[in-house]
């Protein structure tokens, strides 16, 4: 079974950026869909972004298009979620998640079709 961990987290002040990380237990991230989500005190969780196995297909959410973006490192074998122009309203805790698939081009915006979950890492968006 595989484990996600996510890093990266921490205190940013309003338009700062932070980077996250997910990796993957066994070094097989590579194998899996990955999407982002998070979830803030009191409400329900959120989806942020998904993309491919083979790196070529993403999706944002409304919320975030056009400053957060993921992206996949071959070399680390990590999928990478670099947030820009932080507000405070994006302070929560945030998750990856992965989804083993066949097809190398699907990702997946539905937290339901994740198997695969890490701990979250905590963000925190100061005014």
């Known amino acids: 079974q595989v484990q996600l961990r996510e890093s990266g987290g921490g205190l940013v002040q309003a338009g700062g950026s932070l980077k996250l990380s997910c990796e993957a237990s066994a070094g097989v991230l590579s194998r899996y869909a990955v999407g982002w989500f998070r979830q803030a005190p009191g409400k329900e969780r959120e989806f942020l972004a998904a993309i491919s196995r083979n790196g070529g297909n993403w999706i944002y959410a409304d919320s975030v298009k056009g400053r957060f973006f993921i992206s996949r490192d071959s070399a680390d074998n990590t999928v990478n979620l670099q947030m820009n122009m932080l507000k405070p309203e994006d302070t929560a805790v945030y998750y990856c998640?992965?989804?083993?698939?066949?097809?190398?081009?699907?990702?997946?915006?539905?937290?339901?079709?994740?198997?695969?979950w890490g701990q979250g890492t905590q963000v925190t968006v100061s005014s």
């Open positions: 998640a992965g989804e083993s698939t066949y097809k190398s081009s699907a990702f997946f915006s539905q937290s339901a079709e994740y198997e695969y």
